[in-house]
């Protein structure tokens, strides 16, 4: 629109080269102009014949270049007209706008895009489609850069058509030869039709993003009611024990008074004993001086008159085991309070375990996640397993960081059994697996307290048990056994998930073979065992670092 306002037509003032107003104007012989940086580019890639790019009118020499007085003039005049005239800067197209395919140089922004044209356009070239009674029939839209997804790629042809049978957007040529013969309809029509099954997606999609909304604010509620009753039951646990602790304090204190009033009177009376005893000593160190002074004396008359008429010494046999007070002896007061330190542990243990099970009961929650399908899946549940030393049989030694027990022994023919358990406990999503050497092994996951060395593993309902024997394998679980066909494995993984109550052995190999699936409800952490039977040196490992 600035340029049909300028009384110039700035085309006629443009460099051929670089298709914007001359810079530095240099016009050739042939009467032809070129920027100076242009023209000199453009020779510089030119051997021995230089031409002009217009006419192509040729040079055996670099022609030389002369500056236009007048046309320098002109061209300034018009550069400040076209700075006063120049659309804003958000009038031409950036990287994220749709460019006019009209406009040279610089292209404007487009602000429609015309389906007949297939070409975009500013306003200003866009005037055409408002004015020519040919073009008004072409339709507008939004500016859009896939307007070459319009033409047929077989054919050059503008997309008209669309194929039901082969559900395609196809041109009339390949409505009559690929196509021929199928059920079409317009491009519009199959599009209105489909913006009408839109339209009903996207109310269902709103309906259930409202849903969804309205299910996140009950999920709100239940983790703020959740959050409420933790923080509560937490504080109702650090009172509980604040008081018990409070309790033990106020008797540890009246013990100790107790234990300190026996002392200081067991010190008062051995204190007065002292007292007597040494008041005792000095009166018969008197007489033994005065004795003595008797015996010296040389007058036997002076010793008959000063001898006293009744000699009477008292007689000390020295301390005995009556006098020490009873309160002293204190060994059986460290005995009862052993007794009561062993009777408060094992309360504790068994009101703890209580406690673990009403807290299993109040975490019944089905597992969110889906149950690994690959190796790499189970990886991602890869955790180390280390054997706890204080829980191992005599016949067993540890080694490899406590991931490897082996069978100790003095000959090879003898037969050694043994067992141990885990240190980790085991929660949540875990994955292990064990490998072995002999012809006899067990490996099996249970709560700490199962019978494991009294019983054996999977006797009882607190452990189960997967026996691989030379010829068999063998679930057990609270002493009913199942028998497993199959292959003897050479290595075997161990999946569980805790919260799902989900328990599974596999054959490892090339590939996962599921042995025993466990289905049940867990109500205490659990803890996993080896028991190994044969000679000695046979070994059992749990695996780590896990690869593929």
Request: hydrophobic residues 30%; aromatic residues 8%.
């Amino acid at each position: 629109m600035a340029q049909r306002n300028s009384p110039l037509d700035r085309d006629k003032y443009c460099c051929s080269i670089c298709l914007d107003l001359l810079f530095n104007p240099k016009t050739l012989a042939c009467g032809h102009s070129y920027c100076l940086d242009c023209i000199t580019g453009h020779w510089d890639n030119e051997e021995d014949v230089y031409s002009c790019p217009q006419c192509r009118q040729t040079f055996k020499t670099r022609p030389a270049l002369v500056k236009t007085t007048v046309l320098a003039d002109v061209l300034e005049d018009l550069k400040r007209t076209r700075l006063r005239d120049a659309p804003p800067g958000h009038c031409y197209d950036g990287p994220e706008d749709v460019g006019c395919d009209v406009c040279t140089g610089r292209k404007m922004k487009a602000i429609r895009s015309c389906l007949g044209c297939l070409a975009s356009f500013c306003e200003e070239h866009l005037q055409g489609h408002y004015q020519v009674p040919g073009l008004k029939r072409h339709k507008l839209v939004e500016p859009t850069a896939d307007l070459q997804d319009n033409i047929c790629p077989h054919h050059d042809e503008l997309i008209r058509m669309f194929c039901s049978t082969d559900q395609q957007s196809i041109c009339c040529v390949c409505a009559v030869s690929e196509h021929k013969g199928h059920e079409m309809i317009s491009v519009e029509a199959e599009r209105n039709k489909r913006q009408e099954d839109l339209s009903s997606h996207q109310k269902t999609t709103r309906i259930r993003i409202q849903k969804g909304w309205e299910d996140l604010k009950v999920l709100h509620h239940k983790m703020d009611a959740i959050n409420q009753s933790a923080d509560e039951t937490l504080s109702d646990v650090d009172e509980a024990f604040a008081e018990m602790i409070r309790s033990l304090e106020s008797q540890r204190l009246d013990i100790k008074e107790m234990i300190r009033t026996n002392q200081q009177a067991a010190l008062s009376w051995l204190k007065d004993l002292h007292t007597d005893l040494e008041w005792e000593i000095v009166n018969m160190k008197r007489s033994e001086a005065d004795l003595k002074h008797l015996s010296h004396i040389q007058s036997h008359v002076t010793f008959l008159q000063n001898y006293p008429q009744n000699v009477h010494l008292k007689e000390h046999n020295g301390l005995t085991t009556r006098d020490i007070p009873p309160m002293l002896d204190l060994e059986n007061v460290t005995g009862a309070f052993a007794e009561m330190t062993d009777k408060l542990r094992k309360f504790i243990i068994d009101n703890i375990s209580q406690i673990s099970l009403a807290l299993a009961q109040a975490d019944d929650l089905p597992s969110t996640h889906p149950e690994p399908q690959t190796r790499a899946d189970f990886l991602q549940h890869a955790c180390e397993i280390t054997f706890d030393p204080s829980t191992k049989t005599k016949s067993l030694s540890l080694c490899e960081g406590n991931r490897r027990m082996t069978l100790s022994g003095q000959k090879q023919q003898e037969e050694r059994v043994g067992n141990c358990l885990s240190q980790e406990r085991l929660t949540g999503r875990k994955y292990w697996e064990v490998k072995w050497t002999g012809h006899y092994v067990s490996i099996a996951v249970g709560y700490k307290d199962s019978s494991w060395n009294t019983t054996g593993f999977g006797n009882d309902d607190k452990s189960w048990s997967l026996t691989i024997c030379q010829i068999s394998i063998e679930f057990e679980h609270n002493r009913i056994i199942t028998k497993i066909p199959g292959c003897r494995p050479s290595r075997l993984g161990v999946y569980l998930d805790y919260r799902a109550g989900t328990l599974c052995f596999y054959s490892i190999s090339d590939t996962m073979t599921l042995l025993h699936k466990v289905q049940t409800r867990f109500t205490q952490p659990l803890h996993t065992g080896i028991w190994l039977y044969e000679r000695p040196g046979v070994f059992a490992e749990f695996c780590y670092p896990l690869q593929l």
